[in-house]
């Protein structure tokens, strides 16, 4: 199914019924048991704009397809998030049982989820335990083919500390003084500073850099290759799912994976590449918060009954 530009996953409705059938179907069988019947005048209100906006997008498939390998971790028993992002702006995610949040209650608003003026793929992200992820990726795997589905690759940049740990290596900087530099390095927020911005702002490191040629001349050949891509790896919840094999729409990799026994198939382009190509990117993020309510909830049951 292709809609404009994007590459959408045929999604095989029950009862011979086509996607705009069966979606307001679901739709209206999620808000009837949410807000009662008669519906209010602004959950219809609602609801008739989202839908007529999903429909002139194209995007029917894709609701389809979250709601229904959501639907079925439920039914399992797998722990689901209640929904983050623009997603929860969505009346029709909320009937889906996509998210948990009544976007009227929280006056919530649909288009920055999705707004015909700015035509973008729809971006659900999706929080499982972590423990069992791997399971509704299996699912996703099993129902739309095991070459149609692929995790999304990415590049580990050359951050200032990296770039002068392997410069230093080339350059036979003894070890001992390199670390002497990387060390004095603050990590703000998670996140190391470029080289410019160390040099500016720390005063000893800078004074070295203009008392010694080696360490200048270290510096430099860092500040260069600062940015380039390291290495590749697997994005930590991205997955792609195709209309037919994935390698028909961009090349893949194999990628060994410390975590993984196996390698791990991956795209070789990045998620902004994918999203380029108009395929569907789903982010399945394994979520420890879920699975420790899980266990407590189950502990709870335990001791109490």
């Known amino acids: 199914a292709k809609s404009g530009n994007y590459h959408l996953p ?50 029917m498939s894709y609701f389809l397809i979250v709601a229904d390998f959501i639907g079925w971790a439920k039914q399992r028993g797998i722990p689901v998030g209640p929904g983050r992002g623009s997603a929860a702006g969505s009346i029709i995610a909320y009937a889906l049982g996509i998210t948990g949040v009544d976007p009227l209650k929280y006056n919530l608003l649909f288009e920055r989820f999705l ?10 992200d999706i929080d499982f335990c972590v423990n069992r ?59 190391v500073p470029p080289i410019k911005e160390i040099l500016e702002q720390n005063e000893v490191l800078r ?10 001349e270290l510096w430099d050949t860092a500040r ?3 940015g380039m891509n390291r290495g590749t790896g697997v994005h930590a ?10 390698d028909n729409y961009v090349p893949l990799m194999r990628q060994k994976e410390d975590t993984e026994a196996d390698s791990v198939i991956a795209t070789q382009y990045t998620m902004l590449e994918i999203e380029a190509q108009g395929l569907l990117k789903m982010d399945f993020l394994g979520l420890r918060n879920l699975t420790i309510i899980e266990q407590a909830l189950r502990f709870i049951e335990e001791d109490t009954g």
């Open 207 to 216: 004074q070295d850099y203009e008392a010694d040629a080696q360490v200048k």
């Open 237 to 246: 919840a991205g997955v792609v799912i195709a209309p037919s094999a994935v």
């Open 115 to 124: 707004n015909p003026d700015r035509v973008s793929m729809p971006d659900i």
């Open 133 to 191: 992820r791997g399971e509704v990726i299996d699912y996703v795997r099993n129902k739309y083919g095991d070459e149609c589905v692929c995790q999304i690759g990415t590049f580990g940049k050359l951050l200032s500390r990296a770039a002068l740990t392997d410069v230093g290596r080339v350059l036979n900087v003894p070890l001992a003084r390199v670390k002497a530099i990387t060390k004095q390095i603050e990590v703000k927020q998670g996140k």
């Open 10 to 59: 045929t999604f095989q409705c029950p009862d011979g019924l086509t996607q705009e059938q069966y979606l307001d179907r679901l739709c209206r069988a999620g808000l009837s048991r949410l807000y009662g019947e008669p519906w209010p005048q602004a959950v219809r209100e609602r609801y008739d704009f989202e839908y007529a906006t999903i429909k002139k997008m194209g995007f």
């Open 224 to 226: 260069t290759l600062e």
